[in-house]
């Protein structure tokens, strides 16, 4: 079979499932929210000091990192689920998220004295960052799969990494909640970290079980 018959063909089965792919996309992405709030507010919760935190800069711009790259991740992962869909600038929108981390980066570094960075840098929460991330993200990255399955991706391992992008977008913006480091250092390294164990365990999940 040609590579633009499989296309079509892959077209045609997801356009005939009983939902619309759109909206399942967005409905899964609900249960997502739910499962990872479930999970949030059954272990760790957010920090005691979250009212007065929401003032500052640094807290608050945790959230425009996690929310990016989780807005710019669901995009993608609609598009990649599509046979035939454009996804060139789509893709684009996810240097978002790292170019705003990126700048904030250097802002804080010309902000704060040098002594300082080392201490920023490792925090206070670095195991319970790289612990809970991936814990509160495990659910919606399994639905987030499940989607693909629902859909008909032709780049299954590279949907699946996008999977765990979206679900460690969505997991971070729960967790920033929890966390008291704010500095953008500490977010770019534990974070990130968090987050690619996500991506790679998405693309695992992509290359074993959506597979056409």
Do not use: Q
């Not at 499962?35 to 007065?52: C, K, L, N, Q, S």
């Not at 669901?74 to 990126?102: E, H």
């Not at 979206?166 to 970290?193: N, Q």
Request: aromatic share 12%; charged share 10%.
């Amino acid at each position: 079979m040609r590579t633009e018959d499989l296309i079509k063909a892959l077209d045609a089965d997801a356009s005939s499932k009983a939902m619309p792919l759109g909206l399942a996309w967005w409905a899964a992405f609900g249960v997502a929210v739910v499962v990872a709030a479930a999970v949030f507010f059954m272990t760790i919760g957010p920090r005691p000091d979250i009212m007065p935190a929401m003032h500052t800069m640094r807290f608050m711009s945790k959230f425009v990192f996690t929310l990016t790259l989780a807005a710019s991740a669901f995009a993608l992962i609609r598009a990649l689920s599509t046979p035939g869909a454009a996804t060139k600038r789509t893709m684009a929108w996810m240097v978002a998220a790292p170019l705003l981390v990126a700048g904030a980066v250097v802002l804080e570094l010309f902000v704060v004295p040098e002594a300082d960075w080392g201490r920023r840098l490792v925090g206070s929460n670095m195991m319970i960052c790289m612990s809970f991330i991936p814990l509160i993200g495990i659910g919606p990255l399994a639905i987030f799969l499940g989607m693909l399955r629902y859909g008909a991706p032709t780049r299954p391992v590279l949907a699946g990494a996008v999977a765990g992008l979206l679900a460690g977008g969505l997991a971070a913006t729960f967790y920033a909640a929890h966390c008291f480091d704010d500095s953008p250092l500490f977010v770019a390294s534990w974070y990130t970290i968090a987050i690619a164990f996500l991506t790679a365990l998405g693309a695992l999940g992509g290359r074993l079980f959506v597979r056409w």
